[in-house]
């Protein structure tokens, strides 16, 4: 059985269609919005708290590698 639709009847669906679409996306970039910005708050706040830590781990980081490279030039010369 096959339903014929009118001229306006399809129109209606389709206005339905893309209005419900472009609800869900207005949803979802909402929400992905004030998760970037709270994310962003907390960024901040973390580098204000944290942001000399950060820095002397970077440079431990680096000794650590030095020492290593060290380590195994002084094993290759053996």
Do not use: H
Not at 49 to 60: F, P, R
Not at 65 to 70: A, N, V
Request: charge should be positive; aromatic fraction near 8%; glycine fraction near 8%.
């Amino acid at each position: 059985m096959t339903n014929k639709m009118n001229g306006w009847t399809k129109w209606v669906i389709f206005a339905a269609t893309v209005l419900v679409a472009l609800g869900g996306y207005l949803v979802t970039v909402r929400s992905n919005t004030i998760r970037i910005g709270d994310a962003e708050v907390k960024t901040e706040a973390m580098e204000k708290e944290y942001g000399t830590a950060i820095t002397t781990l970077q440079t431990d980081v680096k000794w650590i590698k030095s020492g290593i490279t060290r380590i195994e030039m002084a094993v290759i010369k053996e």
